[in-house]
């Protein structure tokens, strides 16, 4: 049963956490926790989902899911992004396998609201990472 098993984001058991989300049953009610469901998208590979939550001026025609193994997620940072909010930032750190090399990634995304639902715009990467 999926729901039973640790979610990918590290925020509990998946059928609690990002499962809801990626099924349509709730919509993400923070910017975290929109962030923390497309990180469970990409370690699921559930690129519709991902492309759905992506806002319409900035995502691309298909999300690509580039074959990583993604394994943890670490949140540094949070700006807004509450139920109150219109938008919000979310620093993170992705960490994933390619192959057999470890790897990560240190973004800061922003968020916005839209239609009352929470949508990834866009993020600067860390190159140090």
């Known amino acids: 049963m999926t729901g039973s098993r640790a979610c990918p984001c590290g925020g509990g058991l998946y059928g609690e956490c990002c499962e809801p989300l990626h099924e349509g049953r709730v919509p993400a009610p923070t910017a975290e926790a929109l962030m ?34 993604w394994t943890g997620l670490e949140i540094l940072d949070v700006v807004d992004g509450t139920e109150h909010d219109q938008d919000g930032i979310v620093e993170f750190v992705a960490r994933y396998r390619n192959g057999r090399r470890p790897g990560s990634l240190h973004e800061r995304s922003r968020f916005e609201r839209r239609g009352g639902r929470w949508l990834y715009v866009d993020g600067e990467q860390d190159p140090s990472a």
Do not use: C, I, M, N
């Open 36 to 69: 923390r469901s497309r990180y469970s998208a990409f370690a699921l590979a559930l690129d519709d989902y991902l492309w759905r939550t992506w806002h319409p001026r900035t995502r691309p025609e298909r999300v690509a899911l580039g074959g990583l193994g």
